[in-house]
Nanobody
Framework: QVQLVDAGGGLVQAGGSLGLSCAASGGTFSNYGVAWFRQAPGKEREFVAAISRRPAITYYVDSVKGRFTISRDNAKNTVYLQMNNLRPEDTAVYYC??????????????????WGQGTQVTVSS
């Protein structure tokens, strides 16, 4: 089974940028589709972005399209989420998640059995 460690969160002003990383171990990383979810206080965990295995097709929630970019480096067993033009409403704990097999634009958190521990992103206005 794959283990995930996500990192890179922090405090940034609105309009700024942050890059998150999700490092995997314990499995053949290229066999896994990977997603980022986020959870703000008092809200449900929501889908943010995902990247499939091969080819690396990407999916985004509408609110982050054009601002966030998900990518993967299979040689480094790592998935990245580059977040630009951040807004206060992007404040949340961000989690990476993985599933073996195809993603096919699956945005349900229940479809991803493997999760990182989460990293806090805070955007001040």
């Amino acid at each position: 089974q794959v283990q995930l460690v996500d990192a890179g969160g922090g405090l940034v002003q609105a309009g700024g940028s942050l890059g998150l990383s999700c490092a995997a171990s314990g499995g053949t990383f290229s066999n896994y589709g990977v997603a980022w979810f986020r959870q703000a206080p008092g809200k449900e965990r929501e889908f943010v972005a995902a990247i499939s295995r091969r080819p690396a097709i990407t999916y985004y929630v509408d609110s982050v399209k054009g601002r966030f970019t998900i990518s993967r480096d299979n040689a480094k067993n790592t998935v990245y989420l580059q977040m630009n033009n951040l807004r206060p409403e992007d404040t949340a704990v961000y989690y990476c998640a993985a599933r073996s097999g195809p993603i096919r634009d699956n945005r349900r958190k229940e479809a991803f059995p493997f999760w990182g521990q989460g990293t806090q992103v805070t955007v001040s206005s």
